[in-house]
């Protein structure tokens, strides 16, 4: 708790003195993340939605920056059973890692993505969809972080 709050606290000095740099967005992303985790969901949701505009303004809406935000709206869409809304986060997301130059299609972070993609589609009862889904993300977890590792386990 104490941390979220020391967090925000820097995030509103660095909107203050009027930074928008790509680290104020990341920032803004774990904070994020930490409100994500305590359920502060209405907070988490409004910095992750502030990270996002941020990181299009600064790097362009198609930028590999805005990968991991959208993977975090997904995140905090599919904690509070928002699964439809959780679901193009995950798939934009997927797809910007699959065609990022410095991520691609054999990085754990998109084995990640594409698991997460894959439960909350079979979540929403599309099992056919989500099968091949959980495929590639395991077999890329399985070839980037090995198969006894725990990600490779948990998808």
């Known amino acids: ?3 979220a709050e020391a967090a925000l606290k820097l995030v509103r000095a660095r909107e203050e003195a009027g930074e928008e740099t790509e680290d104020t967005a990341r920032l803004m992303a774990e904070c994020g993340r930490l409100l994500t985790l305590l359920a502060r969901y209405g907070e988490a949701e409004q910095l992750f939605r502030r990270a996002l505009a941020m990181n ?3 790097t362009g809406p198609d930028h590999i920056n805005a990968a991991p935000v959208l993977n975090c709206l997904g995140d905090l869409y599919r904690a509070q059973y928002r699964l439809q ?3 193009p986060h995950y798939r934009k997301a997927a797809i910007m ?3 990022a130059p410095t991520v691609g299609p054999n990085h754990w972070r998109t084995g990640l993505v594409i698991g997460e993609l894959a439960r909350t589609v079979k979540d929403l009862g599309r099992l056919d969809e989500a099968d091949p889904l959980f495929r590639q993300s395991i077999a890329i977890l ?3 972080r090995g198969p006894e590792h725990n990600d490779t386990a948990t998808h």
């Open 142 to 144: 399985a070839a980037t």
């Open 56 to 58: 299009e303004r600064i």
């Open 85 to 87: 809304e959780a679901e």
């Open 97 to 99: 890692f699959l065609n």
């Open 1 to 3: 708790q104490w941390l």
